[in-house]
């Protein structure tokens, strides 16, 4: 029974692979709302561009740039090699790497290697491993926790909010009652910080508060403006299950374009921040869209601590080009430090940037 779940955990993930390359799965009614953010030019930069530096720390730990690649597969066959080649880079970066859901690798011992390989071929660079909110919910023993936390030897764990995608898998576990409590009762025994995650649908500040008070270390708020897990199900589905059937025809698309855009829930979580000291220490990630260098400069200038990027990492590493895009955008964040003045990533996050009339 445990090794069926595992073999549809296994197809699912490798079916979420196929289509975010291949189909069309980005939001359409909305964006991220960054390109509606523009930094104040620094005519007088007064910093040598040479000498700028990208180099921050997070969680603890100095990364080589504000950039993380987020959490995206394991758990079958062909996950090996797209994580290994993810580690690699993360590793020749210095750059935190986010593996899939390990969902898997608690169904069955099958696929295991397609994580541990991420920790064999980075082992310096942070790797953080992953689990959902209805297993979350669902209760998860002491053994599995240790399972998720050893396979990778993870500096942190990611758990992934997902109720929309959920409640368009027709399989999808909706039932997420209780989630918080448990939640808190993981982050106060652990052992390394806990990171909470939307997958497409943003975080907003009064999510972010709850999720703070539960013990967790930062957030990642994978805003709309970048794959929409709605659609990606709906190709999954699309024969088999029509949800042209199940909502009405004018809510559908409202319903498949969900979510607070990731400019929206940076600034609202700046605001949190801001309002209530005590929240002072919540690190954030900006994910969902992100699409170049500036993003992440913006970002930054928004209030997160580094920025994150699936589906263009994905794409790039297709390509054959996962190097050659990093590099570019950690051209296009050096452009805009020059531009506003700011030598350090620290001092970017001062840089003034205004929304655009
Ligand atoms: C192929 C693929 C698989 C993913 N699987 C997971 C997952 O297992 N767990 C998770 O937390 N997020 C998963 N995500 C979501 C991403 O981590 C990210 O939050 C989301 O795609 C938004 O970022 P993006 O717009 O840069 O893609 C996946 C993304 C992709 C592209």
């Known amino acids: 029974m445990q090794e069926a779940s595992a073999a549809i955990t296994a197809e699912r993930k490798h079916s979420h692979v196929d289509i975010c390359l291949n189909r069309e799965v980005c939001f359409d009614l909305q964006n991220t709302g960054l390109g509606a953010w523009r930094f104040q030019h620094n005519a007088i930069p007064e910093i040598d561009a040479s000498a700028i530096n990208l180099s921050t720390e997070f969680l603890g730990k100095k990364i080589g740039l504000p950039l993380m690649i987020s959490s995206m597969t394991g758990g079958y066959g062909d996950a090996l090699a797209l994580n290994r080649t993810l580690a690699e880079a993360a590793e020749r970066f210095g750059i935190p790497l986010g593996v899939g859901s390990m969902r898997q690798a608690l169904e069955g011992s099958s696929h295991r290697e397609s994580f541990s390989v991420v920790r064999k071929s980075a082992p310096t660079a942070p790797i953080y491993a992953n689990i959902g909110a209805p297993e979350v919910a669902a209760g998860l023993s002491r053994d599995q926790l240790s399972t998720l936390i050893d396979l990778i030897e993870a500096d942190a764990l990611i758990v992934h909010l997902n109720p929309a995608q959920e409640l368009f898998q027709p399989e999808g576990d909706t039932n997420f009652s209780g989630f918080l409590d448990k939640l808190s009762d993981i982050t106060a025994t652990i052992g390394v910080p806990v990171i909470a995650k939307e997958v497409g649908c943003g975080i907003s500040p009064s999510a972010a508060r709850k999720l703070a008070d539960a013990g967790v270390r930062a957030i990642d708020v994978a805003g709309a403006g970048g794959i929409s897990w709605q659609k990606v199900e709906e190709h999954r589905y699309i024969e088999r299950f029509s949800n042209e059937e199940r909502f009405s ?49 913006k970002s930054i200038a928004l209030g997160a601590n580094i920025a994150a990027s699936a589906r263009r990492m994905l794409i790039a590493l297709h390509a054959g080009t996962l190097d050659e895009t990093i590099r570019a955008w950690a051209n296009d964040l050096k452009a805009a430090m020059f531009l506003t003045g700011s030598a350090s990533i620290e001092e970017l996050k001062q840089a003034p940037i205004n929304h655009k009339p």
């Not at 559908?252 to 607070?260: A, C, H, M, P, S």
């Not at 979580?269 to 969902?288: D, H, M, R, T, W």
């Open 249 to 297: 025809p004018s809510a559908l698309d409202e319903l498949l374009n969900w979510g607070i855009p990731t400019s929206e829930c940076l600034t609202g979580i700046a605001a949190l921040k801001q309002q209530n000291p005590e929240y002072g220490a919540l690190s954030v990630i900006s994910s969902g869209g992100i699409g170049n260098g500036l993003d992440v400069a």
